[in-house]
């Protein structure tokens, strides 16, 4: 360990000097020479047989290249989970934004009046664009069932626990799509010689994900196919799996061309064709005693996955381990269901079905403390999950995390006890109401369940001929701090000053598989391999007699050039292997979900206008145990531009849609928070260490995406006395809610009186 | 988007960029985004959206922030615009660029730019604004990333080194 430690302390983002004098190379930047630009021709229906497709007048088509599904030289999908999706539809479309045909051309700005002349004519078949559609099953539009998965997770016996429950409570709550926006739109740049085989640049979260895909549909060995990561500018799940499909779509065009090809999407192709946050649908029915005490319950989740399979399962997995928030259920039994429909189909985005159920759980907490006459401070003490108890798929709780004392320190920062009263008293005048909201949440870090087991991550470190350290993994920086936090560890573990260690660009000649960059995996599961990589460098230089302990670092330059002169190449790799105490039954849903868990506490104080029912958001508290804090810093930015998020996806965000289609895939109305919408967020971490993370963490990113919509509703709720079981949720909402909840109690001033 | 072949003939446009006098033959309705981008390969200039939303193509053209992709590069004829690899002094980063290093202001980048050009500018006008006056300032560029407290730390910072200075 160094004298000064490195992990912990806020160095400089390595890559962060190119990013402020704007040298970064995103793959827009990026010029090959001879290269043409492609454009993609996509369904106009949400449903339906491709009947003919014709080529419009005033468009030099000799002078384009075409790719259709004949081209594909190998198999016609984006092979992911399951290998239902088409590159290019062939005869069936099943949703607006299917691509059909892709188009090429060196002259950007021709391309899309060409999109334009394409025609396709369609039979049109019935479709279906919600839940409770797919649920009735009038129309079969995908398997045999329109399910695209169903878990089922059980603890305990129900049968007892409604008899022997003071109160029953129920409820039913929803969530939108939410678009991931990203400033950076999705791009990629394909180059085929049939020496080298297919190599593809691009904006992307996940290069295996695509050197797979691209294996298959391309026929190509694994050493034919070579994906290379550019700088990205944000992706937060929505650059995990769609960019397998634009990889896809250049690499056919630079093969029939014989030219490099580049697609980038515009701000409309990419928020209406690309994956969104999964619409969802949660039921709670809980039985509970005198006392506020959970006895048990059913939870029903239900998330709509759109046309295609996608990654749905594992959003669906994460949605509903995470359904009964950070609770003690002695009873409980989870349904979990994704449903087809003919909406293009919705993927990962930060919190990947946790930010769905865990809103539902909070505001059904909420609920239940009404029911009961308990406080909601009160009704969460009392049954939060403690040490040695398990949760609901009977993961026992092993570190000393105490919730109450989380809960606690909360209260006391956002001064909530000292809000409350005051509001109490300011609500009975005026045009406006404040109120305060809690929400206290968990979140599972790394793959769930056997993932990690079956991803098998593979880490190098590499000593360069220059004594210098480089770190080789697939996982990509894209904002959130990959490059320095994995440079840290490195540098820790090596005893070597931060400068000493670069991380080598993503691209799979060069670097091994560790794994997608997704699920706050990269820091605890992907960092403690390098971690172990790093140990593996210093032990082969003492063990050759190069280097002995306690060595400087000029020491250790010295040994690494030297052996580098004698042996060429060197490297040291790890792979992962899974804690022994682990264990997951994937039939039954049960054991260890995560190897980690992230605990937190939010309290949100918001202002609701009543003249024009917008919600102002006026102070954040989040308070959350993340393991050890590698870079406060860089923590603390991923804290508070995910609950940036959170509070767009809670008050602003709402994407319209028509036949299956977003009407608003604009910045100009598809409103995302900006510098003058956001309140002080105030960020306080505690460090309870984690076995199984790199220097004691534990995921971070996904985190903060959880808490801040029950928090906001909940204190909505506070605010106007009114539930509101729905996000996002817009003024219009409130003004409905407002008027259905006058004409309920046929009084008119029950605003504010509580 | 502008469609290149219309029936207007490519003129040539004289301006000055981070200082030096340039000369490009483009078609007149063009946008100044990809005439920086494309034809004088100054990519720092982003775009995030094509219609002015969110303020990642920001330049400064006579003084003023503008978003390069609603500018047809005929405006620019004679002007004098600054892009954010014209605003280090050779190696030495300007105290915004190191501000917005330093307090975590730049996460992935790409709005990144577009950002320290309008604080620039707002800096220009008001040498040393309140919070408030940051945030309202710099409320025309969309950052998905930061939640923009860092930003506003990082240009609070810089005003602060500025003043000592």
């Known amino acids: 360990m160094n004298a000064d430690p490195i992990v912990g302390k806020s160095v400089p983002r390595k890559e962060g000097r190119d990013k ?94 060409a999109v334009k002349a394409v025609s396709i004519d369609y039979e049109a078949l019935p479709s279906i664009f919600t839940i409770e559609g797919s649920e009735r099953r009038s129309e079969i539009v995908w398997g045999e069932d329109n399910i695209f998965k169903t878990y089922l997770i059980e603890k305990g016996n129900l049968e007892d626990v409604w008899e022997k429950a003071d109160y029953i409570v129920e409820g039913e709550y929803s969530t939108g799509a939410q678009e991931q926006l990203y400033i950076e739109n999705n791009g990629m740049i394909a180059a085929f010689d049939a020496a080298r085989g297919l190599t593809v640049w691009g904006s992307l979260q996940c290069p295996y994900y695509i050197h797979k895909a691209l294996m298959a549909l391309c026929n190509l060995p694994p050493e034919k196919v070579r994906v290379v990561q550019m700088e990205t500018g944000g992706a937060f799940g929505g650059k995990e799996e769609y960019p397998s499909m634009i990889a896809a779509h250049a690499a056919l065009l630079a093969i029939k061309a014989g030219r490099p090809v580049k697609i980038i999407y515009d701000r409309l192709e990419d928020m209406a064709a690309t994956t969104k946050r999964h619409p969802s649908r949660t039921r709670h029915r809980t039985a509970v005693d005198c006392e506020g005490k959970i006895l048990g319950g059913e939870i029903d989740l239900t998330i709509d996955g759109g046309a295609y399979l996608t990654l749905s399962p594992v959003v669906l997995s994460r949605g509903a381990i995470h359904a009964g928030g950070p609770y003690y259920w002695p009873n409980v039994r989870i349904r979990a269901k994704a449903v087809a429909t003919n909406a293009p189909p919705h993927g990962a985005f930060r919190g990947f079905g946790a930010p769905q159920s865990l809103f539902a759980m909070e505001r059904h907490m909420d609920r239940i403390a009404r029911t009961v006459g308990l406080s909601p401070v009160e009704i969460r003490r009392r049954n939060f999950l403690q040490l040695g108890q398990a949760t609901t798929t009977d993961q026992v709780i092993r570190e000393p995390i105490n919730l109450g004392n989380l809960l606690d320190r909360a209260l006391d920062v956002s001064e909530y006890h000292a809000k409350k009263k005051r509001f109490a008293k300011q609500n009975q005048v005026g045009t406006s109401r404040k109120g305060v909201g809690i929400a206290a949440f968990l979140h599972g870090a790394g793959f769930t369940g056997s993932g990690e087991r079956y991803l098998s991550s593979v880490v190098g470190v590499e000593g360069c001929s220059d004594g210098t350290v480089r770190v080789l993994v697939s996982s990509t920086e894209f904002g959130q701090g990959t490059n320095t936090v994995l440079s840290q560890i490195a540098a820790e573990a090596l005893s070597l000053p931060y400068e000493y260690v670069s991380v080598a660009q993503p691209d799979t000649l060069e670097v091994p598989n560790s794994g997608p960059t997704v699920a706050s995996r990269t820091a605890m599961v992907v960092g403690k391999l390098v971690q172990s990589a790093a140990l593996g460098i210093t032990q082969t230089l003492i063990s050759s007699n190069l280097l002995h302990e306690g060595y400087s670092a000029n020491e250790f330059r010295a040994a690494c050039q030297q052996y580098v002169v004698t042996h060429g190449q060197f490297r040291c790799w790890s792979r992962y292997e899974a804690p022994s105490d682990i264990f997951w039954d994937d039939d039954k849903y049960r054991g260890e979900a995560y190897a980690a868990f992230a605990w937190a506490v939010y309290i949100a104080e918001v202002t609701v206008d009543l003249t024009t029912y917008r919600v102002s958001v006026d102070d954040f508290v989040a308070l959350q145990e993340v393991g050890k804090v590698l870079h406060p810093l860089l923590a603390r930015g991923q804290i508070i531009g995910g609950i940036a998020q959170g509070i767009g996806f809670s008050l602003y965000e709402k994407v319209v849609w028509q036949n299956g289609r977003m009407q608003n895939g604009q910045m100009t109305n598809y409103i995302m928070p900006t510098s003058s919408d956001l309140p002080p967020i105030r960020v306080f971490f505690e460090e309870l260490g984690n076995i199984h993370g790199a220097y004691g963490a534990k995921g971070i990113g996904e985190l903060p995406m959880d808490g801040p919509a029950p928090a906001i509703v909940n204190a909505v709720e506070d605010a106007l006395g009114v539930p509101f079981d729905s996000i996002p949720l817009l003024p219009e909402d409130i003004m409905d809610g407002l008027a259905a909840s006058l004409e309920e109690n046929g009084k008119v001033s029950t605003v504010g009186e509580r | 988007m502008t469609n290149s072949r219309e029936s207007h003939a490519k003129i040539e ?97 790409i709005c990144t730019p577009g950002m320290i050009l309008a604080a620039f500018h707002l800096l220009d006008g008001k040498p040393e604004p309140t919070i408030e006056e940051i945030q309202e300032g710099l409320s025309g560029n969309l950052c998905r990333c930061t939640g923009y407290t860092q930003i506003v730390e990082a240009v609070s910072e810089a005003v602060r080194r500025r003043t000592l200075a």
């Open chain 1, 20 to 113: 402020v004098t704007g040298r970064s190379q995103y793959v827009d930047d990026m010029v090959l020479p001879n290269m043409l630009f492609g454009a993609t021709v996509r369904s106009q229906i949400p449903r339906g047989r491709i009947r003919k497709i014709t080529f419009g007048p005033g468009i030099p088509w000799d002078e384009f290249v075409i790719v259709s599904a004949k081209d594909i030289p190998g198999k016609n999908c984006i092979s992911l989970i399951g290998d239902d999706q088409p590159c290019l539809a062939s005869e069936f479309v099943n949703h607006p934004e299917e691509p059909i045909l892709l188009l090429a051309h060196p002259d950007r700005h021709l391309l899309p009046q």
């Open chain 2, 13 to 109: 446009i004289s301006f000055t960029v981070n200082g030096e006098p340039k000369k490009v033959r483009a078609y007149p309705m063009e946008r100044l985004l990809d005439v920086l981008r494309v034809d004088l390969g100054l990519t720092g200039a982003k775009e995030g959206c094509g219609e002015g939303e969110c303020g990642s193509c920001s330049v400064l053209m006579d003084g003023a922030l503008v978003n390069s992709c609603l500018i047809p590069v005929l405006q620019a004829e004679g002007t004098t615009v600054v892009t954010i690899e014209g605003l280090a002094a050779k190696n030495e980063l300007h105290v915004l660029q190191k501000a917005f290093l330093e307090c975590g202001g730049a996460q992935c980048g």
